[in-house]
C-alpha cells in the first residue's frame, strides 16, 4: 500500500516584517495564497527510512532526514511511538530554494501521507502543532486557499478570496538562502524603527471581492529589498515583467522566485512568454490561485 500527496506552492501577496526578536526570529504579517504548482509526496513502508526524489532542481535536495518530509515523518512516528519506516517519494515541480514553500509543501504532505498510511488518527490541530514545529510555512502548505500567518507566521487565520487571481513565476538561475536574506534585511534596518507588521486592510479587502487591481495596487514584500540587495540582477526580471503588461511584480517571499499579476489567463501568458524571451530569468510558469492545501489523491 502507498499514499500520495498532492501539495501546492504558495506566494506571499503581503510579508510585512517586524524586527528582529530575541530567539532570532521577526513577527511577520504573512497573506499566503496557494497556487497550482504542485509537489506530490508518496509514502510506502520500507525496512527503514528512506527519501528518493525526481524532477526539476531534484539533485538540490537533501536526501537525509534534514528534509523536511523526512522530519514530518520522524515527529509524527516519535509522537505513536512507532518507527518511521517508510520510503518517501517526493515528485517535484515547486522551484527549489524559490521562495515559494517547496520544502515547506514536502513536508506538509510527507505529514499527511504518513497519517493516512499509519491511520494515527491525529487531529488537524495535531498536524498543524507537528507543521508548526517543522516550519513556520509548513501549517500553510497543510491548510492551503488563502490565509493571513501571524507570529512567525505559523499561526493561521483563513481569508475570503472571491475569485481567481492569475500568476506568472520567473525563476532564478540560482537560489537564495532564506536566513540569508532575513539577515541581510536586519542590516539595511540597522539603526532604524520597523514598525509591527500588521496585514493591509486595503488587501485583505481586495482578496475578499476577487478585485485583481486593487490587489496589484496592495500588494507588498518587506523582504524585497534585501532580496535585491542579494541579488541585484532580479531587479531586471521584475522591470521585464512590468513592462510586458503585468499589474504587479514583486518577489515572492525570500526569493528569488519573482511574481506577476497579471489581469487573466490570456495576460498571463503574455507575459510569461515575453519574461521567456527577456533573457532575464530562468524556466517560467504559469499558475492561478487560491487553490486547496495538502490532498490525498
Not at 39 to 62: K, S
Not at 152 to 159: D, H, K, N, S
Not at 193 to 212: C, F, N, T, Y
Request: hydrophobic share 50%; glycine share 12%.
Amino acid at each position: 500500500m502507498s499514499v500520495t500527496v498532492r501539495v501546492p506552492a504558495k506566494v506571499n501577496v503581503q510579508l510585512a516584517v517586524g524586527a528582529a526578536r530575541p530567539d532570532g526570529f521577526h513577527d511577520l504579517a504573512n497573506v499566503f495564497l496557494a497556487v497550482g504548482l504542485y509537489d506530490e509526496v508518496t509514502v510506502t513502508p520500507a525496512a527503514e527510512l528512506r527519501i528518493t526524489c525526481d524532477g526539476p532542481d531534484a539533485g538540490q535536495v537533501p536526501l537525509d532526514r534534514t528534509n523536511l518530509a523526512a522530519r514530518a515523518a520522524i515527529a509524527l512516528a516519535g509522537r505513536r511511538g512507532i518507527e518511521p519506516n517508510v520510503h518517501l517519494h517526493i515528485a517535484k515541480d515547486i522551484p527549489v530554494a524559490g521562495g515559494m514553500a517547496g520544502g515547506s509543501a514536502d513536508g506538509a504532505g510527507a505529514l499527511l501521507a504518513c497519517d493516512t498510511l499509519w491511520g494515527t488518527g491525529a487531529s488537524r490541530q495535531e498536524l498543524l502543532e507537528i507543521c508548526a514545529e517543522l516550519g513556520s510555512d509548513v501549517p500553510f502548505s497543510l491548510v492551503g486557499g488563502a490565509a493571513l500567518g501571524v507570529g512567525r507566521g505559523e499561526r493561521l487565520t483563513a481569508l475570503e478570496v472571491g475569485g481567481t487571481f492569475h500568476w506568472v513565476f520567473a525563476m532564478a538561475g540560482r537560489g537564495l538562502s532564506t536566513p540569508a536574506v532575513f539577515r541581510e534585511f536586519d542590516r539595511l534596518a540597522e539603526g532604524r524603527g520597523i514598525p509591527e507588521p500588521v496585514a493591509s486592510e486595503d488587501l485583505l479587502a481586495a482578496l475578499a471581492k476577487g478585485d485583481v487591481d486593487a490587489l496589484a495596487a496592495a500588494v507588498s514584500n518587506d523582504l524585497q529589498p534585501a532580496a535585491l540587495s542579494l541579488f541585484p540582477e532580479l531587479a531586471d526580471t521584475l522591470a521585464a515583467g512590468r513592462g510586458a503588461g503585468a499589474l504587479a511584480a514583486l518577489v515572492s517571499g525570500s526569493g528569488p522566485t519573482t511574481a506577476f499579476l497579471a489581469r487573466d489567463a490570456e495576460a498571463a501568458e503574455k507575459v510569461a512568454e515575453a519574461l521567456r524571451m527577456s533573457g532575464t530569468c530562468g524556466a517560467v510558469r504559469v499558475a492561478a490561485g487560491p487553490v486547496a492545501g495538502a490532498t490525498v489523491l
